[in-house]
């Protein structure tokens, strides 16, 4: 089966660029699609096909996938920011979860 | 504004049933595939199924098949997922979530709050 491989963790400090990756076999020849999760809280599309933005999320996201490697930036993180964070995919007809990374804003 | 709101969720002993259910508002519900995905207590997200617009098609996580059951009744708007012989590894928050879609390429675009489902003695 599909596999998505997300680091546990990634610190960034406010203002600075985040970047979060998501490694699978040749995952650029798939979409990968990026949510959100705060504590406590539904998940949160921020990125589908790749890099487009759903209305309503900031600009500071963005994505990008080539390779074997998609990848979320967060440019200029905010406190707001720090969330669960999972990249996804589509295997066929059943969909893939990484991991997840938690993103601490210090 | 899209809204989906989950219900049925509790306690249920090993081996028992559950039916959960989620319902749609505020776009057209016959017209988008929808999916459960599910979150086991400090855990990661777990996709476990999927049903098409028209309900003529569904899938499932190998972990699921053979034992759930997603449907939908779309002159309701809602969305369901029949749940048998649930194991304590069952207990999780479910989500429904809406399959946005271009072509081929497909994503989650809304969640619901979520329902708990606790599978324990």
């Known amino acids: 089966s599909y596999e998505l491989t997300q680091p546990p963790s990634v610190s960034v400090s406010p203002g600075q660029t985040a970047s979060i990756t998501c490694s699978g076999d040749?995952?650029?020849?798939?979409?990968a699609s990026w949510y959100q999760q705060r504590p406590g809280q539904s998940p949160v599309l921020v990125i589908s096909?790749?890099?487009k933005r759903p209305s309503g999320i900031p600009e500071r996201f963005s994505g990008s996938n080539s390779g074997n490697t998609a990848t979320l930036t967060i440019s200029g993180t905010q406190a707001m920011d720090e969330a669960d964070y999972y990249c996804q995919a589509w295997d066929s007809s059943t969909a893939v979860f990484g991991g997840g990374t938690k993103l601490t804003v210090l | 504004e899209v809204q989906l709101l989950e219900s049925g969720g509790g306690l249920v002993q090993p081996g028992g049933s559950l039916r959960l259910s989620c319902a749609a508002s505020?776009?057209?519900?016959?017209?988008?595939?929808m999916s459960w995905v599910r979150q086991a207590p400090g855990k990661g997200l777990e996709w476990v199924s999927v049903i098409s617009g028209s309900g003529g098609s569904t899938n499932y996580a190998d972990s699921v098949k053979g034992r759930f059951t997603i449907s939908r009744d779309n002159s309701k708007n809602t969305l369901f997922l029949q749940m048998n012989s649930l194991r304590a590894e069952d207990t999780a928050v479910y989500y429904c979530?809406?399959?946005?879609?271009?072509?081929?390429?497909?994503?989650?675009?809304?969640w619901g709050q979520g329902t708990l489902v606790t599978v324990s003695s």
């Open positions: 096909q790749d890099t």
């Open positions: 040749k995952l650029g020849n798939r979409y």
């Open positions: 979530a809406k399959v946005g879609a271009a072509g081929t390429n497909k994503w989650l675009d809304s």
């Open positions: 505020g776009f057209t519900f016959s017209s988008y595939a």
